[in-house]
């Protein structure tokens, strides 16, 4: 999956280099350029190659990539938002594609009420999701506090929240198709999450990018190899920004900025592939 529905982030940026928020939908249409491109490379691409975009900057990019077979999700969430909110009343209208993507952020310490109100809200997506045919993407962000040393929190803090979370979840209904999760390099941390998500039959995992290096990237996937419900991955800024803010600052012409973005998938796809057979 490439994963190009970034909104506030694109907002902050061009504000802070003087472009105009007018032009982010550009970007959105790089980042197809670059899909497709990768696609005219790669049968893996042909088979599995999902786009993961919003309506606010990239309404056409939706209409185009479907037009081309593509697989195509929204995010339902308001961008930048928490606790959870949806982006549009009611939340259904957002979801256009073929699948629907929710962000959410936890932590354990937070007030009862809220976690519970996130979950309800989880719920309600999850069975509209299954009464109206659409695939249902969760993605959890689990963030260390002050006092957490990062070290430890990546090795056993944020895999026993995470997994915490996800049975809780599941006592409350919630059972997305994708639980979209935040990468280690350990496998044995991937494995209490992988754990955890295997409680219920139909869930797999996708590895989220964060903006990584390739190398970081490529470790994950190695460290997930081992995960049973591992299924894929849900890349983005790593794969589309820099050449996408290139050509927003006129480094490079639009042709160079998407064949860039389908080189770096490409490069994704080919880590993704070497994790699952080494």
Same mark, same amino acid.
């Given at each position: 999956?490439?994963?190009?529905?970034?909104?506030?982030?694109?907002?902050?940026?061009?504000?802070?280099?003087?472009?105009?928020?007018?032009?982010?939908?550009?970007?959105?249409?790089?980042?197809?350029?670059?899909?497709?491109?990768?696609?005219?490379?790669?049968? @893996?691409?042909? @088979?599995?190659?999902?786009?993961?975009?919003?309506?606010?900057?990239?309404?056409?990019?939706?209409?185009?990539?479907?037009?081309?077979?593509?697989?195509?999700?929204?995010?339902?969430?308001?961008?930048? !938002?928490?606790?959870?909110?949806?982006?549009?009343?009611?939340?259904?209208?957002?979801?256009?594609?073929?699948?629907?993507?929710?962000?959410?952020?936890?932590?354990?310490?937070?007030?009862?009420?809220?976690?519970?109100?996130?979950? @309800?809200?989880?719920?309600?997506?999850?069975?509209?999701?299954?009464?109206?045919?659409?695939?249902?993407?969760?993605?959890?962000?689990?963030?260390?506090?002050?006092?957490?040393?990062?070290?430890?929190?990546?090795?056993?803090?944020?895999?026993?929240?995470?997994?915490?979370?996800?049975? @809780?979840?599941?006592?409350?209904?919630?059972?997305?198709?994708?639980?979209?999760?935040?990468?280690?390099?350990?496998?044995?941390?991937?494995?209490?999450?992988?754990?955890?998500?295997?409680?219920?039959?139909?869930?797999?995992?996708?590895?989220?990018?964060?903006?990584?290096?390739?190398?970081?990237?490529?470790?994950?996937?190695?460290?997930?190899?081992? !995960?049973?419900?591992?299924?894929?991955?849900?890349?983005?800024?790593?794969?589309?920004?820099?050449?996408?803010?290139?050509?927003?600052?006129?480094?490079?012409?639009?042709?160079? !900025?998407?064949?860039?973005?389908?080189?770096?998938?490409?490069?994704?796809?080919?880590?993704?592939?070497?994790?699952?057979?080494?």
């Amino acid at each position: 999956m490439l994963a190009a529905d970034h909104r506030w982030q694109w907002e902050q940026w061009c504000d802070a280099h003087g472009v105009p928020r007018t032009r982010i939908p550009e970007a959105k249409r790089l980042a197809l350029d670059g899909l497709l491109l990768a696609r005219e490379h790669s049968k @893996d691409v042909q @088979d599995a190659a999902a786009f993961l975009v919003d309506e606010v900057y990239a309404s056409a990019e939706i209409q185009r990539a479907r037009a081309a077979g593509i697989t195509v999700g929204t995010p339902l969430e308001r961008a930048g !938002a928490c606790p959870l909110e949806w982006s549009t009343d009611p939340f259904w209208r957002a979801a256009v594609g073929d699948f629907a993507k929710v962000l959410v952020r936890h932590r354990p310490e937070w007030q009862q009420a809220m976690r519970n109100d996130q979950l @309800d809200k989880l719920k309600a997506l999850g069975d509209w999701c299954r009464a109206n045919g659409r695939v249902f993407l969760l993605e959890v962000l689990v963030a260390p506090q002050q006092d957490e040393r990062e070290e430890e929190f990546e090795r056993t803090v944020r895999p026993s929240i995470l997994a915490a979370f996800i049975r @809780d979840a599941y006592a409350a209904g919630v059972v997305p198709d994708f639980w979209k999760v935040e990468g280690t390099t350990l496998p044995s941390a991937m494995q209490v999450i992988d754990a955890a998500a295997a409680e219920r039959r139909e869930p797999r995992i996708v590895i989220l990018g964060k903006g990584a290096g390739f190398e970081v990237i490529s470790g994950w996937f190695t460290a997930a190899a081992a !995960a049973r419900r591992a299924a894929g991955f849900a890349i983005g800024r790593s794969v589309y920004w820099a050449p996408s803010a290139d050509h927003l600052l006129g480094r490079i012409a639009a042709t160079t !900025a998407a064949e860039r973005i389908a080189a770096n998938y490409l490069h994704v796809v080919e880590a993704w592939n070497a994790s699952r057979h080494d």
